[in-house]
């Protein structure tokens, strides 16, 4: 077979839907009929770039990862799933023998095969063949639309409970209001969080995670002119510690920091709101090369970690918060657009904004000749 339009990444800015071969599937994969897709950052980043850090387009790759469809074919040793099911679809197949899959951290793993991650083909594709075992059953009252969320919800799962380590309340600071980010503030709230501090620079994302899962919002102050960005993360620390109460021991102290934005002065602000002993994670991308102030991490004995992706259990926690109605990933749904529309929604993205004005949290690509509205 050959009926599977494909949304491909040519080169930078180049973009065209084509025909590609439907996958063949082994007796441990199933073949899923894509129905919804979310575009990530790093989809746009590849589209404009044409790589991220060493992950470099060198030829035509289809795009998209964050992705639900359903099941269309099941190889002949899969039970765990059958013909006709949702399924929300975990984008990276691991070699599941090295060292970094046997301990449970699969998501290190060197051979790792990941959707839109060159050289392998993403899911805005009418099919796409992944292991049964990351195919997960959608519940009855999760939509498609919901289960495309479950990518990104899961990273957010395995930055605020699995590294971050969060336990019932415990306070939390979330700088940037992205996806990610909201939904950070979501896990950290549904899991018992005291107190949750969103942090942007643009006021109505503050509004708007004021209203969605934050308790606090910061608007960090303008730079000054010539002002260094450490002596700016400085005065923005102190400027917060003083508007919000933050202490640095105590009830008053933010146990849990995660930064969803990459920009260096966040990271630099974020380890000095911290409180002496507590955990720092970043998880969002920005530029590689930034200052530290590690006299800061040393004598505060912070605990730092870097976040990538997901790993064992954080899809199926990630399902259970949302079925359960801890965690409405509906409300971040800010655009729709059909498959032949692909192209628009990328622009959408990439500028932050429809051309009506409305500001983009999440678009969502619906596949082939399936209707935006379809759940």
Known sequence: MSDNPSFV?????????????????????????????????SDVHFLVHGRIGDFV????????????????KVGSNVTNVKVGDRVAMEPGATCRKCEACKEGRYQLCPDVIFAATP??????????????????PLPPNLSLEDGAMM??????????????????????????CGPVGLLCMAVAKALGASRVIAVDIVPSRLEFAKAYAATDVFLPPPMEKDESKITFSLRNAQAMKDKLGIADRGP????????????????????RIVKSGGTYVQVGMGNPNINVDMFVVICKELVLKGSFRYGPGDYPLAIALAASGKVDVKPLVSHRFPFTQAR????????????????????????????????
Do not use: W
């Not at 040519?10 to 899923?32: C, M, R, W």
């Not at 387009?57 to 269309?72: D, N, R, T, Y």
């Not at 919800?153 to 415990?170: E, I, T, W």
């Open 9 to 41: 990444l040519k080169g930078i800015l180049d973009v065209e839907i084509l025909q590609k071969p439907v996958p063949e599937i082994d007796p441990n994969e199933v073949l899923v009929e894509v129905k919804k897709t979310g575009i990530c950052g």
């Open 344 to 375: 628009e929604a990328f622009e959408t993205t990439r500028s932050g904004k429809s051309p009506d004005g409305k500001g983009v949290i999440k678009a969502i690509i619906s596949g082939p000749d399936v209707d935006i509205n379809d759940a």
């Open 151 to 176: 990518e990104p919800l899961s990273v957010a799962v395995h930055a605020v409970s699995k590294l971050g380590a969060l336990r019932s309340n415990q306070s939390v600071a979330v700088f940037g």
């Open 57 to 72: 387009v060198e030829k035509p790759m289809v795009l998209g990862h964050e992705a639900a469809g359903v099941v269309s």
């Open 252 to 271: 008053e102290a933010i146990d849990l920091v995660l930064d969803a934005s990459g920009a260096e002065v966040s990271i630099q602000t974020g380890i």
């Open 119 to 136: 050289p392998t083909d993403g899911t805005l594709a009418r099919y796409y063949r992944l292991p049964s075992d990351l195919a997960y």
